[in-house]
């Protein structure tokens, strides 16, 4: 089992916001990463640090953090943001790198 | 731009050693950043391996460290994964990543190849 813990599914109507969460006890001193994948493709990075998006990245999409949950916030979703979300940060040692389990997320 | 490809064997028998080798395009491994793997089994999440700095320094995952080896070959800009006594467990698709260790990112990514185990 994963040391973040992330809600398997959640769905979101179009054009709402949608939040996903990770919980973990690294989070309280670490900032976790955020990762988009679809089907058959690689993960993409889609928010790291403090709330920093890469380029090429919508600004709809948004991180933050409140004690041992970090959150990665859809604000508008589209059909395109349809997809599995990954969070990855250290674990409680700080010396190992994990993911969390993956949200997939519905867009209806 | 930074480009990576995996390569090695798409089956490998259970018991023997799983090998892949990244290369990198677009950057240069000696000029910085850690290089890792991460795998995903077949509808499963993702999973860190470890990671290499040019150096040679490397990070490993803790439940994996005693099977696996990563090394690094500045000379052809690669680096490479090494995981022995392979199980059904180990089939999934590898990614090659380069990590931002400092920040806490993986930033560019490989395709991945799938890597089954089967007798």
């Known amino acids: 089992s994963s040391e973040l813990t992330q809600d398997p599914a959640v769905s979101v109507a179009l054009g709402q916001t949608v939040r996903i969460t990770c919980q973990g006890d690294s989070l309280r001193s670490y900032y976790a990463s955020w990762y988009q994948q679809k089907p058959g493709q690689a993960p993409v990075l889609v928010i790291y640090g403090k709330n920093n998006r890469p380029s090429g990245i919508p600004d709809r999409f948004s991180g933050s953090s409140s004690g041992n949950t970090a959150s990665l916030t859809i604000t508008g979703a589209q059909a395109e943001d349809e997809a599995d979300y990954y969070c990855?940060?250290?674990?409680?040692?700080?010396?190992?790198?994990?993911f969390g389990g993956g949200t997939k997320l519905t867009v209806l | 731009q930074v480009q990576l490809q995996e390569s090695g064997p798409g089956l490998v028998k259970p018991s023997e050693t799983l090998s892949l080798t990244c290369a990198v395009s677009g950057y240069s491994i000696s000029s910085g950043y850690y290089w890792g793997w991460i795998r995903q089994p077949p509808g499963k999440g993702l999973e860190w391996i470890g990671s290499i700095y040019h150096s040679g320094s490397t990070y490993y995952n803790p439940s994996l460290k005693s099977r696996v080896t990563i090394s690094v070959d500045t000379s052809k800009n690669q680096f490479s994964l090494k995981l022995s006594s392979v199980t059904a467990a180990d089939t999934a698709v590898y990614y090659c990543a380069r990590w931002d260790m400092g920040v806490g990112l993986f930033d560019y990514w490989g395709q991945g190849t799938l890597v089954t185990v089967s007798s």
């Open positions: 990855n940060s250290r674990d409680s040692s700080g010396n190992a790198w994990v």
